[in-house]
């Protein structure tokens, strides 16, 4: 059963790392709750390229990793517990006291808040860059000491994509490694190792598990060498996968394809209606030919995921309660990705520098939403309702 001259990604990723003579032919890898695994011999322990510490992984891992190499065309996977330790893993694997890295602004804002605390404690200073930044503008931010960039693309919350084509020269010319935020595209929609970046990392947590119930990261990379640094910071720190998440996020792979279609295709038709209605000032969805970076898109990505974001003109507290109060499917929650609608508001968690118009929010009431899998006419007709609660 192999899959390697299949050309979707759906039917690679369903039979990719699948054997009838695996498992006892079970379609689904069994779940190894497993710290110790024995060694039928005491030289063995010492002398097997297995691995015989829960720890280092299990089966369901390595079934796992065959999956998200597929998914982003990779040769080497790291896996870690959750996306926000896949972000700091990428970070450290490149970077040593003294040196400096070019940061989006965009960044999730954990990430950003890892380079601004825990590498500035390391002896590593950051800047954030806007993720619009033309060639010329991002070349001058590099420093003879500048050794890596933390891209995202869409960026979270305002959803910029970065002209990956004009920036990627100026990182090779100058030895940058590139590492990329993923989670939005989810390797479905763009394939940054295809495109130069070196090293690309994803929340598992959002699109792969995409039940919300579970946690998950991986950096993947093509990269011998950086894979080996990668490996080595992971066991450094002791970052392990749990096998339950680890088979979540492999069992979320087999039907992912088909769940950010769905979800991708009721989101642009929801930002599309959105954008006809008196109250809501801004869309930001790159796929939206209105989008600043829409171009960009239409270059780089073969789809969009179900995650957007838009403003309300109003910035009254109790016309926004009112919004809030009549929602009655999009749930208020973090995280995203998962089968059922989220809304947010973002200002409380908006971290910009000056760098980004979005440094003063002169721009409405920022609403983050994560279209789910219920019927589209449902979630219309909520949000309409909503808004004319305003
Ligand atoms: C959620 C998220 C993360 C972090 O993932 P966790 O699993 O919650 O740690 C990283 N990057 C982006 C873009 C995210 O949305």
């Known amino acids: 059963m192999s899959s390697d001259d299949a050309k979707g990604d759906a039917t690679r990723l369903i039979h990719t790392g699948r054997d009838a003579s695996r498992f006892g032919g079970a379609v689904n890898p069994p779940i190894q709750r ?25 089966d369901v891992h390595e079934v796992l990793k065959e999956g998200l190499k597929t998914l982003e065309a990779a040769d080497y996977v ?16 490149c970077l040593r006291a003294g040196d400096h890295v070019l940061v989006t602004d965009s960044a999730y804002g954990p990430t950003r808040r890892f380079a601004e605390r825990h590498l500035k404690r390391m002896g590593v200073s950051s800047t954030f860059f ?8 991002f070349g001058a931010l590099v420093r003879p000491e500048t050794r890596a960039v933390f891209l995202e693309s869409p960026g979270s ?23 990329l935020d993923n989670t ?13 970046v070196e090293l690309v990392l994803q929340a598992l947590t959002k699109y792969v598990i995409g039940h919300s119930d579970g ?24 970052l392990s996968m749990s096998p339950d998440d680890a088979y979540l996020a492999q069992r979320g792979l087999r039907t992912l394809t088909t769940r950010i279609e769905a979800q991708g295709a009721s989101a642009l038709k929801i930002a599309e209606w ?42 009254d507290q109790s016309e926004l309660n009112r919004f809030f109060e009549a929602l009655k499917y999009f749930g208020f929650g973090f995280s995203w990705g998962g089968f ?51």
């Open 274 to 315: 959105l954008e006809q209605q008196p109250q809501v000032r801004r869309v930001y969805h790159p796929a939206l030919p209105s989008h600043e970076d829409h171009e960009i898109w239409a270059r780089d990505f073969t789809g969009s995921s179900g995650l957007f974001s838009f403003t309300l003109k109003t910035r």
């Open 184 to 196: 939005w595209g989810a390797g479905v929609y763009l394939k940054p190792l295809d495109l130069g």
């Open 78 to 93: 790291q896996l870690t517990p959750n996306g926000l330790s896949a972000c700091s893993l990428a970070l450290s694997a």
């Open 130 to 137: 806007h993720p619009r930044a033309s060639a010329e503008e």
């Open 34 to 58: 497993a710290s110790t695994i024995l060694s039928p011999t005491a030289d063995g322990l010492y002398n097997t390229p297995k691995s015989l510490y829960g720890r280092m992984g299990t």
């Open 340 to 390: 059922e609608s989220l809304l947010i508001p973002c200002d409380p968690q908006l971290k910009r520098s000056e760098c980004s118009e979005w440094a003063n929010r002169q721009q409405g009431s920022l609403m983050r939403v994560s279209i789910g899998l219920e019927d589209i006419e449902d979630l219309k007709s909520d949000l309409d309702q909503a808004l004319s609660a305003i």
């Open 215 to 238: 946690f998950g990261g991986a950096v993947m990379t093509r990269d011998r060498k950086l894979a080996s640094e990668l490996e080595a910071i992971a066991q450094d720190w002791g």
């Open 157 to 179: 919350l305002t959803f910029e994509l970065h002209n990956l084509q004009s920036l990627l020269p100026i990182c090779r010319e100058n030895k940058l490694t590139t590492i």
